[in-house]
């Protein structure tokens, strides 16, 4: 289901097209609203192509909230997988008492719904996995590693993003913008730190900037949709990306540094402590800014004296495409 500023379409190669429906996702919130409450057109649309096409099995492979007003009709016939990506909700700023009853209404409720209902939960966050398996017993919970966003468009990306036309060798944030990233983390420590004021940061991503900003001469806030063709542009040119979360389950973002082949500086969240031992990966303590700082300082001293390592094959062993379909074949096959 696809949005004005999210076509699929885009990350679905040409020649398998074909072989996915796409559908458009209700605009407006009475629209969307009525959606949640029962998607008449998405369950006929599941219907169809299930009996079509002999399908017997369905993986709900994000939150999926349409699907929970359905998804109890969905069980009695079909095999029913539902990827968690956050059991427990993340830190969020609420622009006003409407809109925190509109989020739990319209997003938590039908998330806690489809784990309740759905006997197959399935997660890429191995802390995650056990906190599953402790909270749900009697169902089976399965974990596989992230799958890569990487799509052809982006590796072949050819548009250069304007905002930042005449710049490179920066320190970059990448994603949506949410209170739960810890993005005035980041800008605070580039904002106070006058170690860091010759230094460059790109926030590249949509959202409500929920911090109080100001412009600054080193900052380029990028508050807009990333399209998958400007995403090589935007790494590439970038020396080192800074995820300052401050509560993670999973991120699919860390898929384009190993890629492009990126330093990488994180918080301490157990997901990306997941990932410790990789080279080119380091940790801050996520409960003190002085320690994002020292590790950007870190970062620089390596690169003036040439001792920045980046992992040269993580990419292929950690996002390969052969590693993630061995580990859904064996999910499904195992089950039956």
């Known amino acids: 289901m696809s949005a004005p500023d999210n076509d699929y379409r885009e990350s679905i190669l040409e020649k398998y097209r074909s072989r996915v429906i796409f559908m458009s996702t ?4 009475i629209q969307r609203a009525k959606n949640l409450i029962f998607p008449h057109a998405l369950y006929n649309q599941i219907k169809e192509a299930a009996t079509r096409f ?3 099995t369905i993986h709900c492979l994000t939150e999926d909230p349409y699907i929970a007003a359905i998804v109890k009709k969905l069980k009695k016939r079909f095999e029913m997988f539902y990827t968690v990506h956050d059991l427990e909700k993340h830190e969020i700023h609420y ?4 809109h925190e009853y509109w989020f739990e ?14 006997d197959n939960l399935v997660t890429s966050s191995k802390v995650q996995c056990g906190q599953l398996c402790a909270r749900y017993p ?3 919970i399965y974990y596989h590693p992230f799958p890569s966003l990487l799509t052809k468009t982006i590796v072949e990306g050819d548009r250069c993003v304007p905002e930042i036309k005449s710049e490179k060798s920066y320190f970059l944030f990448f994603g949506r913008i949410e209170k739960y990233k810890g993005i005035d983390l980041l800008y605070n420590v580039f904002k106070n730190s006058r170690d860091l004021q010759q230094e460059k940061l790109v926030i590249a991503g949509k959202g409500d900037v929920y911090f109080d900003y100001e412009p600054l001469a080193n900052v380029v806030l990028i508050n807009r949709f990333i399209h998958d063709n400007e995403i090589k542009d935007l790494f590439e040119k970038a020396k080192c990306v800074i995820f300052p979360y401050i509560s993670a389950t999973q991120s699919g973002v860390f ?5 492009f082949k990126k330093k990488i500086i994180a918080s301490d969240v157990p997901f990306f402590r997941e990932f410790q031992g990789e080279t080119g990966l380091s940790f801050f303590d996520v409960t003190d800014p002085l320690s994002l700082e020292k590790e950007i300082r870190d970062f620089l001293g390596k690169e003036k004296n040439r001792q ?10 950690l996002y390969g495409q052969e590693t993630l379909k061995k580990s859904l074949l064996k999910l499904y096959i195992y089950k039956q």
């Not at 898929?255 to 890629?259: D, K, N, Q």
Request: with cysteine.
């Open 54 to 56: 002999h399908i017997d």
């Open 105 to 118: 209404w319209s997003h938590r409720m039908k998330v806690r719904k489809l784990m309740s209902v759905i």
């Open 95 to 98: 622009r006003n008492r409407l």
């Open 308 to 317: 920045v390592e980046i992992g040269d094959h993580s990419y292929e062993r």
């Open 255 to 259: 898929s384009f540094c190993f890629y």
């Open 138 to 140: 009697a169902k089976n």
């Open 26 to 29: 209700p605009q407006g919130k």
